[in-house]
């Protein structure tokens, strides 16, 4: 089954996501801040990375960008979770090398069926 990287700060929506994708079998390593997130990308690879865009310590965008640019992880799926839903902040975000975003809220099956897709299940 496919290995997740889940960073989102709010204790309660990263649970929420978390035992919806354990529930489905994926493998979740789960960071609380951006820093969390890009440590644990130099270390390890993922087949998705789900990043929340506003976290302590650096921003999910920031993590996409320093991913792509200097650990050279093009390949490596990313998806942005955000309440920042206009035109703009979507345009940034994809000029940062993210593949996919989801605006929130979402539901458990709303986000079940995107990963999904982004992987090919």
């Given at each position: 089954?496919?290995?997740?990287?889940?960073?989102?700060?709010?204790?309660?929506?990263?649970?929420?996501?978390?035992?919806t994708l354990e529930d489905e079998g994926y493998e979740i390593d789960e960071a609380t801040d951006g820093q969390e997130a890009y440590e644990r990308l130099l270390m390890n690879d993922?087949?998705?990375?789900?990043?929340?865009?506003m976290m302590p310590r650096m921003t999910g965008l920031e993590v996409v960008e320093k991913t792509r640019?200097?650990?050279?992880?093009?390949n490596m799926k990313m998806m942005i979770l955000s309440a920042k839903n206009q035109q703009a902040d979507r345009?940034?975000?994809?000029?940062a090398g993210a593949d996919y975003f989801m605006s929130?809220?979402?539901?458990?099956q709303q986000l079940l069926e995107t990963i999904g897709e982004i992987l090919g299940a």
């Open positions: 089954m496919a290995r997740i990287l889940l960073a989102e700060d709010e204790e309660i929506l990263r649970m929420l996501v978390l035992d993922y087949d998705l990375v789900i990043l929340d865009y640019n200097d650990l050279n992880k093009k345009e940034r975000m994809k000029e929130k809220p979402f539901s458990p």
